[in-house]
């Protein structure tokens, strides 16, 4: 509302808006008002003020029902029905907001919305209920809590807002433009330039946007574009309200004159379907508010400020019978409002008195109210009786009698004194994901300590609190911790650099000697590298997944065989899980888990990785045995035996890593629940009062893990015997072992971080008093001779103090299965080798070996934001494969870090310095486990994938094909020529930094993805012809369609607009990776670059790429252009290029 041009006499009431709220009455009001009102100490009416007994309440005429105070001496500035709930909502000059139920006015909900402004609009949504101030929007629960607080600039003159859906706000005020505030999201989505500045009052139909302004003008806007459409000048002063119903919209205001603006006593009144103005309505009061109250007719209802209210119809005369007076305390109305149902008003005066008139003994404010929620009663004296004597009863149930007697805790003064305990420091990890709104911040709970729990610590440990979980991975805006130097170069997050060559000149060498493949880390979500490199170098797993090719399109069975094949390929050459992260960030169950990382997160390294790649872990176990579950087990999967290698009903992910057991529950009145049940991976439980026992107690590494396995726990749980939830003791059984025993080991904590040093502390001492002098104070080796490491003759050295330090994990561990459904765990070492033999363990029934395979491990490092690097055992057949020496019969440590690969020595592998490196995952096989299976691969892509197939276009037709597919006789063999062209479009766009010397720096590349693959016959009858010419249905984002260079328009990778011949990129991956696999020699221009963007890993042998073709050494490459210009001529080139 526009309060200028309002009775000079409303400034006299400007000190009570901002004196402090005494509860001393004013001097204008009404004293036999407030007679039976029972006043709080901040001056705040607690009851509602009926109107007397003698008052009746006719039907279908306006009465007054009820009046109430909202707050003593203080101007109410709005009000406002809810449109949800029985409700009516106060906003007061002070910025005070006060809610009362139903039509008896009770009070409901009383807080402060701000401490300075006065509350200029009110607007209910389903949750809560938006306040809007100066330069301020609130929003609160009905009961008061703040669900956010989102300040404006302090520029900014807010006046009045409009709700356009569900979860889109309009703002405007005295300034040249409209925000528009998604309630999601809380952040402002749009600015809207206003070309008259002073929208104060905003409505809308399902035509306009309806603005009102101080200049007197309405304007109509386009609900889409927010364009005006039309424009009435109603006033030649200001407006003071306006409301529009059906075709009509009526408007209320000021008037210019030589002594300055007169209320007109003339409302404007415009038809909207032919958008011009039509007779005024002459009224008998001084016009200060309005509204349509469409019951039976389209009423108006006009209001002045002095109290009188007079109904008329807006094409019609006004009658001086049909108004009323309201009888307000203050000598002004300042807020008017009408209730949905238009069964009841509100009028506010400048007093701070709320009046409710009506026209029905008992209204209702809406006509679907949903069911108000108020505040439970006291249940003290209904409680049931407490068995104080129980052990898991919690004594806060027990109600304390409030007294006046001398406590026991109440120590005389001389016997004590005051010592004030310091606050522990916030857990880093609420910092860091903490988000704030205002001066307010909100947090995950990091579930690291119990809930309302802050434990007591003594004083020579206050130094060291929590320094462990400190350790934060974000190096923004944190200092760098002293202990962070330790982190060795190639445990460090690697970075490619980019140059104008873009990954042409960068040298992956550097990195990697081996034979073996990388990973790039640039593609988001590539935290999961080296988990796909442990997946990779598990030699069942591997083939299994190699042998899979099912139908969906987004299968990460299938994706990850694909990269597995780029993987046995590659010599030494990084490859890109781009296609499997692509399918990866479609599947739901990531997103919900909150595995999916944004750019900017991952970046900074926000999110604990540790956790989150345990997350992951589980995970794609999960997601790879349900893949696994709905084909048929491969032929090549049969065991050895002839048997078959998995259960009816499994499949062969859940034969290799799932673990069947027994759930037992015990309660205390002796019923006994067994259920089976089968789980792919185990957490690591650790000793209760592990942390605060320092006598420095060993506890084998074997011992905690038959703790999580066969867990023991007291909880409660449904029993049937009782029919309620009692205390019961919960066991678990092992029926049958693994073959790969999965582990997370849950380091998240300060806690388990010192339990681990603790004990690889006590391991060394053990270590240093089992060798005695045996063990040598400083031993040199070089990595060079890595050939010489693992061999029988190295088991034999004596190992150094460096090699003994920071261990508590052994290489391998004996597990064996007791009649009594128990298990025995103990750790393996070399010297139980050579006391029992090899064969020790196959000798007895249900007694196996398992070896470390794989350890992953989070890095803190905060000037990276920490990273995540596996420790793998490589095995005999992948050092055969890549030919890394002629007759490999060993096994070799290496340090996967992204494309960084390094021999290491064993003994680092179970190394952890919590300072820096952290455990996060533990992968142990059965001894021999590849000699129990065949391990062949057939490759599953047939030469039917190049047959014709259907289109995924709607609207594509025959006419629109631009190739023939190839027919049975025409299936291309080894040595065939094959033309390949591929078109790509942007995902995301480069990131890149301007140098101080003006060079340009690339931080990260633009992420691409193959919109259009088209391969032409090289040879034979129809040689030139194309024979795939498939563009890619794509479902994320595309920022750039790169039209000038590809072709692609926006539409054409759409299925419901697309005329062209749409694919899905599986379909077309398939297509290529058979044509690799048998052995086609590929001719185009810039092949590397197209076959790096579809994520294919080609032979150099099958590739003639004229870009290399044709360039001279220590020259530039050159163009296909020019090529084009030399070889085919002037004439044929302007043909083929006319734009040139």
């Known amino acids: 509302m526009n309060f200028e041009g309002l009775d000079p006499g409303l400034a006299e009431y400007a000190p009570a808006m901002h004196s402090a709220l005494d509860p001393v009455l004013d001097a204008h009001l009404n004293p036999s008002l407030l007679q039976n009102v029972e006043l709080d100490p901040e001056g705040v009416a607690l009851e509602a003020l009926p109107v007397q007994e003698s008052v009746h309440i006719m039907e279908g005429v306006y009465s ?8 003593v001496g203080v101007p109410v500035s709005v009000s406002h029905f809810d449109l949800h709930e029985e409700m009516l909502w106060v906003g007061s000059h002070g910025g ?15 807080f402060q919305v701000n401490g300075s402004d006065d509350i200029r609009q009110i607007q209910s949504v389903e949750n809560g209920i938006l306040f809007l101030t100066k330069n301020n929007l609130k929003y609160v629960a009905r009961g008061g809590l703040i669900i956010f607080d989102y300040l404006l600039d302090e520029s900014e003159d807010m006046h009045s807002l409009l709700l356009t859906d569900s979860s889109t706000l309009l703002v405007g005020g005295l300034q040249n433009h409209i925000l528009e505030i998604d309630l999601n999201t809380v952040q402002e989505t749009q ?130 019978a049909d108004i009323f007076h309201v009888n307000p305390v203050g000598p002004l109305l300042m807020t008017f409002d009408v209730s949905a149902s238009k069964q009841a008003l ?73 010592a004030p305990r310091r606050a522990p420091p916030v857990d880093a990890e609420i910092l860091r994901t903490m988000k704030k709104v205002g001066f307010i911040g909100y947090a995950p709970n990091p579930r690291t300590r119990l809930r309302n729990q802050i434990p007591y610590r003594l004083k020579e440990s206050d130094s060291e609190f929590d320094s462990f979980s400190q350790v934060t991975e974000s190096p923004i805006g944190r200092e760098e911790k002293p202990h962070l130097h330790m982190v060795s170069k190639k445990y460090r997050k690697v970075t490619i650099k980019y140059s104008k060559l873009g990954l042409e000149d960068f040298d992956f060498k550097h990195y990697n000697k081996t034979l073996f493949a990388g990973l790039e880390p640039h593609i988001p979500n590539a935290y999961c590298n080296c988990m796909i490199q442990v997946l990779y170098f598990l030699e069942p797993v591997r083939c299994l ?69 345990q997350r992951w872990n589980r995970f794609i176990l999960t997601q790879l045995h349900q893949d696994m579950q709905e084909l048929e087990v491969p032929q090549a999967y049969r065991g050895a035996g002839g048997s078959s290698f998995c259960s009816s009903g499994d499949s062969v992910i859940g034969q290799l890593f799932s673990c069947e057991m027994e759930n037992c529950s015990l309660c205390r009145c002796g019923s006994e629940t067994v259920r089976a049940s089968s789980t792919l991976l185990f957490t690591l439980s650790y000793p209760e009062g592990s942390n605060s026992d320092k006598t420095g107690k060993n506890c084998d590494f074997a011992q905690v893990l038959k703790r999580s396995i066969c867990l023991e726990q007291n909880t409660q749980a449904w029993c049937d015997n009782c029919e309620k939830y009692q205390p019961t003791i919960q066991t678990r059984n092992i029926r049958h072992l693994p073959d790969i ?101 196959e000798e007895e029934h249900g007694v196996y070996v398992y070896d470390l395979m794989a350890t992953v491990v989070h890095i803190l490092d905060s000037r990276t934001g920490g990273s995540l690097v596996a420790h793998i055992k490589v095995g005999e057949t992948y050092h055969q494969r890549k030919e890394v020496s002629e007759g490999v019969t060993h096994q070799q440590w290496y340090l996967f870090n992204d494309f960084l690969i390094e021999p290491i020595d064993k003994h680092e592998a179970v190394q952890f310095d919590m300072n820096w490196k952290v455990p996060a995952i533990l992968y142990y096989i059965k001894r021999n486990l590849n000699s129990k299976y065949n391990l062949n691969i057939k490759n599953p892509i047939e030469a039917s994938v190049l047959l014709a197939e259907a289109s995924l276009a709607r ?100 299925a419901k607009i697309s005329s062209k011949h749409l694919t899905t990129l599986k379909s077309t991956y398939l297509k290529l990776r058979f044509l690799i696999d048998i052995g086609v020699k590929f001719v185009g221009h810039g092949l590397q670059k197209d076959f790096r963007v579809i994520n294919l890993m080609v032979p150099k042998d099958q590739v003639l790429d004229t870009v290399y073709l044709f360039h001279m050494p220590r020259k530039r490459m050159i163009s296909l252009r020019f090529l084009a210009w030399y070889f085919l001529g002037p004439k044929l080139f302007y043909l083929y290029f006319p734009q040139t």
């Open 64 to 71: 007054e029902l009820h009046s109430v105070v909202a707050e």
């Open 96 to 110: 005070h907001a006060t809610s009362f139920f139903g039509p008896a006015l009770e009070r409901y909900s009383s």
């Open 191 to 320: 600015k809207y330039a206003v070309e008259t500045p002073g929208v104060t009052i905003m409505r809308q139909t399902n035509r306009f946007f309806f603005c009102g302004h101080t200049s007197g003008k309405v304007s109509l806007r386009d609900l889409r574009t927010f364009k005006v459409e039309h424009e009435f000048d109603a006033f030649s002063g200001s407006l003071s309200d306006f409301d529009v119903h059906g075709n009509l919209l009526a408007a209320c205001g000021f008037s210019s004159r030589l002594t300055g603006l007169a209320c007109d006593r003339f409302l404007k009144v415009y038809d909207l379907r032919m958008m011009r103005a039509i007779t005024p309505l002459q009224v008998h009061v001084d016009p200060a508010f309005l509204r349509f109250i469409p019951t039976y007719t389209s009423r108006l209802a006009i209001i002045s400020q002095s109290g009188q209210c007079q109904f008329c119809e807006p094409t019609g005369l006004a009658n001086p």
């Open 346 to 418: 509100a009028f506010g005066d400048s007093e701070g008195c709320v009046h409710l008139w009506t026209d029905s003994p008992e209204p209702s404010f809406n006509p679907y109210s949903r069911e108000t929620e108020f505040a439970l009663p006291c249940l003290v004296d209904s409680l049931p009786p407490l068995d104080w004597s129980q052990d898991l009863l919690p004594l806060s149930l027990i109600p304390v009698p409030l007294t006046t007697d001398t406590l026991l805790s109440d120590w005389p003064a001389a016997n004590s004194a005051p």
């Open 545 to 613: 997944i190699q042998n899979h090719l099912c139908q969906k399109e987004f299968c990460l069975a299938c994706e990850l065989g694909f990269l597995f094949h780029m993987l046995d390929l590659s010599r030494g050459d990084p490859c890109q899980g781009s296609n499997f992260l692509r399918a990866f960030r479609t599947i739901p169950e990531a997103s919900a888990l909150g595995l999916i990382l944004a750019d900017s997160d991952e970046a900074s390294g926000k999110g604990n990785l540790a956790r989150l790649i």
């Open 741 to 841: 025993l999965v582990i997370n080991c849950e380091v998240n904590s300060l806690k388990e971080a010192d339990f681990w040093r603790m004990q690889a502390e006590v391991a060394f001492k053990m270590a240093i008093k089992k060798h005695g002098g045996e063990i040598s104070k400083n031993k040199e080796f070089a990595l060079a001779d890595w050939k010489e490491l693992g061999s029988p003759e190295g088991m034999l050295m004596c190992p150094s103090i460096e090699e003994l330090k920071n261990v508590w994990l052994p290489f391998s561990i004996r597990m064996k299965m007791t009649k009594n459904k128990g298990l025995d765990v103990c750790n393996w070492t070399d010297g139980d080798e050579m006391q029992w033999g090899p064969a020790r363990a």
């Open 955 to 1054: 609207k594509q037709r025959k006419t629109h094909t631009t190739f023939i597919p190839l027919m049975v006789n025409e299936m291309p063999q080894v040595g065939d020529l094959v033309g390949l062209d591929a078109e790509f479009v942007t995902l995301n766009e480069e990131e890149a930094e301007l140098r101080s010397d003006g060079t340009k720096s690339t931080i990260k590349p633009s992420q691409m993805s193959v919109a259009r693959i088209t391969c032409v016959r090289g040879q034979g009858p129809n040689e030139g012809i194309p024979f795939i010419d498939d563009y890619i249905s794509t479902q994320e984002q595309v920022v750039d369609y790169l039209t000038q260079y590809s072709g692609i328009k926006p539409g054409d990778l759409d």
